[in-house]
C-alpha cells in the first residue's frame, strides 16, 4: 500500500531532551516535507527537500533539523525541544511532476 | 511572499444543503496551484479538489467545485448535497508552479447538521 508513515504517533518529552520523529514514503517521491499544524495557525511549513540532500527551510525553521540521506526518509530533529514546539506534526511526500502532496497519518508531540 | 486567508473560521450547514467556503490569497506569481484538503476527527489530511492556476475552468470533484477568480486571487469551495461525513475542518493551501513551497490558510471548522 502506497504509504507515507510518521513514528512515534504520539510523543510526550521534557524540555531539551532531543528527539528525532521518522517520516518514511514508499511511492519513491522525489518531494517531502514537514509541517507543524496549531489552532488558529492552520498549518506551517517547517522544511522541506526536493532530492536527496536537498533541504530548503520553510517558514518555520527555528529549532529543527532535518536530513535527507535516502529518498524515502525524511527525519525531523529537535535537538532542544522546548515547549513551543507542543503541536501536531505532518511529513508530506509528493512526486517531482506532481504537485499533489501525500500527508502521513500526523505525530502529536507535548513538550513539558 | 505568499499568503492564504480563510476569513470563516467556523460555519455550519444543514444536511443536503449547500455551502460556500472562502479562500483569498496574495501572491505575485502568474503560475500556481490551489488547493482545497478535509481534515475529519482523524487528523487526517485528505486533498479535496486542487485547481492549476493557468487553467481558466473551475475544478470539479463530484459533490465539490471552486470558484477560481485569479484576478480576484479568490478560490472559494462549494459542497453541494452537504453529508454528514462532510463535517471536518478544511483547509485551502497555495503552491508556487515547481516548488515545494506550500502556504495554508488558518481553516474553517465546517459542521453539516442532520
Known amino acids: 500500500e502506497a504509504q507515507v508513515t510518521q513514528n512515534p504517533r504520539y510523543l510526550i518529552t521534557v524540555t531539551g531532551k532531543k528527539l528525532t520523529v521518522t517520516c518514511s514514503q514508499n511511492m519513491n517521491h522525489e518531494y517531502m516535507s514537514w509541517y507543524r499544524q496549531d489552532p488558529g495557525l492552520g498549518l506551517r511549513q517547517i522544511y522541506y527537500s526536493m532530492n536527496v540532500e536537498v533541504t530548503d527551510k520553510g517558514d518555520v525553521p527555528e529549532g529543527y533539523k532535518v536530513s535527507r540521506k535516502e529518498k524515502r526518509n525524511f527525519p525531523l530533529i529537535l535537538e532542544s525541544p522546548s515547549p513551543n514546539q507542543t503541536s501536531l506534526y505532518f511529513c508530506a511526500s509528493s512526486p517531482r511532476n506532481e504537485e499533489t502532496q501525500y500527508f502521513g497519518p500526523g505525530t502529536r508531540l507535548l513538550v513539558l | 511572499a505568499q499568503t492564504v486567508t480563510q476569513s470563516q473560521p467556523e460555519m455550519s450547514v444543514q444536511e443536503a444543503e449547500t455551502v460556500t467556503l472562502s479562500c483569498t490569497y496574495d501572491t505575485s506569481e502568474s503560475n500556481y496551484y490551489l488547493f482545497w484538503y478535509k481534515q475529519p476527527p482523524s487528523r487526517q489530511m485528505i486533498l479535496v479538489i486542487r485547481q492549476e492556476a493557468y487553467k481558466q475552468q473551475n475544478a470539479t470533484e463530484n459533490r465539490f467545485s471552486v470558484n477560481f477568480q485569479k484576478a480576484a486571487k479568490s478560490f472559494s469551495l462549494k459542497i453541494s448535497d452537504s453529508q454528514l461525513g462532510d463535517t471536518a475542518m478544511y483547509f485551502c493551501?497555495?503552491?508556487?508552479?515547481?516548488?515545494?513551497?506550500?502556504?495554508f490558510g488558518a481553516g474553517t471548522r465546517l459542521t453539516v447538521k442532520p
Open positions: 493551501a497555495f503552491m508556487k508552479y515547481n516548488n515545494n513551497d506550500m502556504r
